[in-house]
């Protein structure tokens, strides 16, 4: 899985010149607050760009970055990350954090589903009780989406679609609580981020880990639909991506039901 993941990142060079790089990440400023003061974590921080922007949004925060793929540790620039770990989450020593805040822009969608609860346990771990995940991805009910992606957010780099609903589901099946979503992308420079989810190419999701952790909900309860997934959530996202589907029924206490607002 490691070689997979650092194939995928490697061949992702869209991100050193994506546009709203900066904007991301003085969202997610926005979000915690000019005067915070916490501990902060990058996850995958690549070169840095988004990293600096959110530092000079955020000037207060102690900031680390954790990063795949050494030959972009090498080109960020001094001064941004207190330290930057080599590597994956699940390879950053044991004393490292807690952390009040863990950032993702643009990184799930890079996941492959098979990882992809590797990667939220190795976050709640880093997590201090009552600390916020804010990731950002793609949005796969963008209105345009037909017109500039051939209808899919899948392709190239990236290897997973997280629809809103069901990511939040997800999440609240791990034990994290969700608070927000929201929309980003270019657009929520020009919108805000309140307007309907399908005019957004991507959106905002924070998630806070209780400080005292419940148990994740049980697989056992099954779902009202006949198409029940009895399995763990990485089934559930293999079928609906295999069925072709942007929602499906998820394992917990009922149906995800999407629509094109705000969850």
Not at 109 to 133: K, M, N, W, Y
Not at 173 to 195: C, M, Q, R
Request: net charge neutral; proline share 6%.
């Amino acid at each position: 899985m490691r070689h997979e993941l650092e194939q995928i990142n490697r061949a992702h060079t869209a991100s050193e010149v994506d546009r709203f790089s900066e904007g991301r990440y003085r969202q997610f400023a926005r979000h915690i607050g000019s005067g915070f003061t916490g501990h902060v974590l990058d996850v995958g921080c690549n070169t840095g760009r988004g990293g600096q922007a959110f530092m000079t949004a955020a000037p207060n925060v102690t900031l680390d970055g954790v990063e795949l793929l050494a030959d972009r540790i090498e080109r960020i620039p001094a001064g941004i990350y207190r330290k930057v770990y080599p590597g994956l989450l699940d390879d950053m020593p044991a004393d490292a954090g807690p952390y009040d805040v863990l950032l993702m822009g643009e990184l799930i969608e890079h996941v492959p589903f098979g990882a992809l609860d590797d990667l939220i346990r190795q976050s709640t771990r880093l997590l201090a009780g009552g600390g916020r995940l804010l990731l950002t991805t793609p949005n796969p009910h963008y209105a345009l989406l037909g017109r500039r992606c051939g209808g899919t957010v899948l392709g190239g780099a990236h290897v997973s679609v997280h629809c809103p609903a069901a990511l939040k589901q997800y999440l609240e099946w791990k034990g994290l609580e969700v608070e927000t979503i929201a929309g980003s992308g270019p657009k929520s420079g020009l919108l805000g981020e309140k307007f309907p989810m399908a005019l957004y190419s991507q959106y905002l999701l924070i998630a806070r880990k209780p400080r005292s952790r419940p148990e994740a909900l049980s697989a056992a309860i099954i779902p009202s639909r006949s198409t029940q997934i009895k399995s763990s959530p990485t089934s559930y996202f293999l079928s609906h991506f295999q069925l072709g589907a942007l929602c499906a029924t998820f394992p917990t206490s009922g149906d995800v039901v999407c629509d094109l607002g705000i969850p």
